[in-house]
Every structure is written in C-alpha cells, then in structure tokens.
T-cell receptor, first 114, second 114 residues
Framework: DVKVTQSSRYLVKRTGEKVFLECVQD?????MFWYRQDPGLGLRLIYF???????EKGDIPEGYSVSREKKERFSLILESASTNQTSMYLC?????????????FGEGSRLTVL | QQQVKQSPQSLIVQKGGISIINCAYE??????FPWYQQFPGKGPALLIA?????SEKKEGRFTISFNKSAKQFSLHIMDSQPGDSATYFC?????????????FGTGTRLQVTL
C-alpha cells in the first residue's frame, strides 16, 4: 500500500513562531504537493515539487515556503505563523504525468495558531 | 477565482436513494477529472475518474457523467448507503509541463440516513 505519512497530526503554535510540517512518501513518486483544506473552500494548492530541490508555487503560496532535499520527503514551512494560517494541511504524492492522475494523501496535520 | 465549481455544499439522502453531486469548470486545458472521497480524520482518496473523451464511467454504484460541451461533470451514487457518508471532492487536472496539478472543487458533505 502507498503510504504518505505526515509527522504531526495536531499542532498548536503561537503567532510569529516558525512551523515545520513534514511529509514522507514510500512510493518513489516524483511529485509531491501541499494543500490546505478549509470548510467551504475545498483543497487549495500551496506548493508542489516535481523533483528533488525543484518546486513551484501553487495557488496560495504567500506566507509559506517548502523544502525537498530528498525524493521521499517534502516539508512545508511557515516562517512566521499567523492566525489566518490555522487550517488542515494535507500532503500528497503522485507519479509524473502522464503515468497517473492519482494523488495519494496523508491523513493531514491540523494546525492551530493562537 | 474558483476554477472548479461544485454543488451542493451538503446533501442528505435516504438509504437506497441516489446521491448526485455536480461540478463545472472553465479551463478547457483540463484533461482528467477525478472524484475523491474523504472520511473524517482521513485524507482524500481517489474514488473514480474520467477522461474527457468518454461521456460516462461506471464503477459499481458510482457513475461519473461528463458533458464536454457544457464543461460539466457529475457523480451519481446509486443505492446510497450509510457507509457512503463522507465528503466528496471533484477535481480537474492540468499538465503544467513540469507536473500535473489538480484543482479541487469546494467539496460536498454527504449524509446518508437510515
């Protein structure tokens, strides 16, 4: 079974803190993604990576950065957390186009910023 | 700007009934249209998908209907069961050249009652 593991299921941070969300996949996928999920807004793409050390902005990259030093690991970084970044964060991985359109998601990291 | 519009936001269906969720898109560059199912506390998982050269795809009780000229597609769940209670997301894929990006709808929370 494909597994995408997000290291923290629940986090509570204070405004201004630096936050790291870690994601590891075990399927040797080229592509990895970070989405945030908010009620009524669906899943919105923050950043994605199509290769080690390669990244592209998604639809809502402001306030976030990412790091992909190894193929299996993709980190989302909030340099200075703000209350409007309170959300559910979902990591996903998938094969390169045109092999498959399927994304495999982790179980999510629920971040609360106080 | 919501590139994939999904309705309704929530849906209550009696056991044995038909659940219908609709999506519409604008971008003709989308080339693949999956539906994801998400249970509470879990990440979304691929349910069924369709390519635009096909008007209908059926897998068990789940059917996607696709209308390319209207740029609409829908998910039908026949003989809905309480175990189908979940949030459903439609999505559309675009190949950026470096990776395939999925754009998601806002989600439909389905509740199937006894």
């Amino acid at each position: 079974d494909v597994k995408v593991t997000q290291s923290s299921r629940y986090l509570v941070k204070r405004t201004g803190e630096k936050v790291f969300l870690e994601c590891v996949q075990d399927m040797d996928h080229e592509n990895m993604f970070w989405y945030r999920q908010d009620p009524g807004l669906g899943l919105r793409l923050i950043y994605f990576s199509y290769d080690v050390k390669m990244k592209e902005k998604g639809d809502i990259p402001e306030g976030y950065s990412v790091s992909r030093e190894k193929k299996e690991r993709f980190s989302l970084i909030l340099e200075s957390a703000s209350t409007n970044q309170t959300s559910m964060y979902l990591c996903a991985s998938g094969d390169s186009f045109p092999l498959s359109g399927e994304l495999f998601f982790g179980e999510g990291s629920r971040l609360t910023v106080l | 700007q919501q590139q994939v519009k999904q309705s309704p936001q929530s849906l209550i269906v009696q056991k044995g009934g038909i659940s219908i969720i609709n999506c519409a898109y604008e971008n003709t560059a989308f080339d693949y249209f999956p539906w994801y199912q998400q249970f509470p506390g879990k990440g979304p998982a691929l349910l069924i998908a369709i390519r635009p050269d096909v008007s209908e795809k059926k897998e068990g009780r789940f059917t996607i209907s696709f209308n390319k000229s209207a740029k609409q597609f829908s998910l039908h769940i026949m003989d809905s069961q309480p175990g189908d209670s979940a949030t459903y997301f439609c999505a559309a894929r675009k190949n950026t050249g470096t990776a395939s990006k999925l754009t998601f709808g806002t989600g439909t929370r389905l509740q199937v009652t006894l």
